[in-house]
């Protein structure tokens, strides 16, 4: 009878919301885009481009070669952050909207250069990199599954928050090096957030792929 008992009461309980496949597709697609992006085109600058020195919006502005290459890569990388906060169904609705900001910002700051309107860039560019680093712990639940634990979502955000700090000392000049690693800063805390999202995608589909072999 307890047994019984035991199996309707799970049969009766909701199905947990599960991330879909295709998830890993797009939140593989931020760091193709980000990283992708900053390395081909800073490869086709030559030996004159610094990447620890120059920041990866220098790349997207008209006195590079083939700017057009980062442009498509940030907005590649936005549009990744868009579906994935659409695939990630199990996290905290407050999270997802959070990473959706994060991502229309990066969209924001491909379809506006540097060098061509630097106070909306520059605001958007501020926009993106906060948001990006706050929705790990936003998007965090109690008792969530692996990537989804408050322990984990709130470590991910500490670490992203201190290397936003060490882009912003370096873009400011306050730094012991006064900025001369602007760029490597700037492409720790980038290359960092557009990771994320997959390690969160991958973590649970294997905590989903783990409940169904116990259940």
């Known amino acids: 009878m307890l047994a019984d008992h035991t199996r309707s009461t799970r049969a009766s309980r909701p199905a947990p919301a599960r991330v879909p496949g295709w998830a890993v597709g797009t939140a593989a697609l ?7 992006g900053w390395t081909l085109a800073a490869a086709l600058q030559g030996p004159g481009f610094d990447q620890v020195r120059d920041t990866i919006s220098a790349l997207a502005t008209q006195s590079m070669q083939a700017p057009e290459v980062m442009t498509v890569g940030l907005a590649l990388t936005g549009l990744g952050h868009l579906a994935t906060a659409a695939a990630l169904r199990p996290a905290r609705a407050r999270g997802r909207v959070v990473l959706a900001v994060g991502g229309l910002a990066t969209v ?20 993106g990199f906060g948001a990006l680093s706050l929705w790990p712990a936003l998007a965090a639940r109690r008792g969530g599954p692996g990537p989804l634990r408050p322990a984990v979502g709130i470590a991910a955000s500490g670490a992203l928050l201190a290397l ?18 602007t760029g ?17 995608v991958l973590g649970l589909l294997r905590a989903a792929r783990a409940r169904d072999r116990t259940s």
């Open 108 to 127: 924001v700051v491909s379809a506006l250069p540097v060098d061509s309107a630097p106070r909306a860039h520059g605001v958007a560019a501020a926009v």
């Open 30 to 36: 931020t760091p193709l885009g980000m990283i992708g």
């Open 184 to 200: 490597l800063a700037e492409r720790a805390v980038a290359g960092a957030q557009s990771v994320w999202p997959l390690v969160v």
């Open 164 to 181: 936003l700090t060490w882009f912003v000392v370096e873009l400011q000049g306050v730094g012991p090096d006064g900025g001369a690693a």
